[in-house]
């Protein structure tokens, strides 16, 4: 049976779980709590030597990339619901969206959400466990990541990021008001990758996603959570923990 390693319904790990639940694919998952850094842990390393989830098993095979671990469901196993259009223009299209938010628009929603939210994890542990949890971080970046989370990020940082929060969901909004989808008329990995990011949006930046600044983005989010799949989704999947220390 296919296993996914994730940290429950949020950001990247929210794409595989979607494309799962949509394409009716029983799997195993296997929920990893970031607050114990167990990502970072030398049995987790021997799966995604990157440290990061999600992280699809198959077989005997690992699948990483929340992006690349949809495209391979696709693959691997067609279902009645397909996830990408059948022209290849229209499917050009869907990955230009799927590139665009794992280049560009989920970065900038990462740096502001870890500066409220994984910054309470980095600072609640004492300085010498803090330095043992960075040796343990196989990316630089998410080792410069983590002790920007404890030290505080840079303001010229985060304001460059809000500015790059406001572009993207400029960029959704002007597409959506006019689409009903992100590409090819219908719902597919371009929608799933990009709701991913952008679906808690209007309560965690309300004063740029709300129904009357990005009416298209506020429908589309409200459209996607309607479906069955979705809602089935939150109903069995547990939202990440954050704070637990077990
Ligand atoms: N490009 C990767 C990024 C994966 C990623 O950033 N995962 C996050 C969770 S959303 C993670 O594992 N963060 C923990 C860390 O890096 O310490 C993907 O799309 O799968």
Sequence with gaps: ????YSFGPGA??????LTLYEK??????QRLNPATFEHHS????AINPRGQVPALVDGDRVITE????CEYLEDKYPTEVKLRPDDLADRADMRVWTKWVDEYFCWCVSTI??????????KAISAEEFEERIKAIPIPEQQLKWRRARDGFPQDLLDEEMRKIAVSV??????????????GGMYSLADICNYAIAGGMQFGFAELVNKQDTP???????????????????AEVPMERLAAKD
């Design 1 to 4: 049976m296919l296993k996914l």
């Design 66 to 69: 929340s992006t690349v671990i």
């Design 12 to 17: 990247n790990s929210l794409k595989p779980l």
């Design 216 to 234: 298209g983005l506020i429908r589309w989010i409200e459209q996607i959570a309607a479906r069955p799949a979705v809602k089935q989704m939150y």
């Design 24 to 29: 009716g694919l029983p799997f195993d998952g």
């Design 113 to 122: 959400g870890w500066q409220r939210m994984v910054s309470q994890m980095a």
């Design 170 to 183: 400029k960029r959704l909004d002007d597409h959506l008001r006019d689409n009903e989808w992100l590409a």
């Design 42 to 45: 030398d049995w987790f390393k």
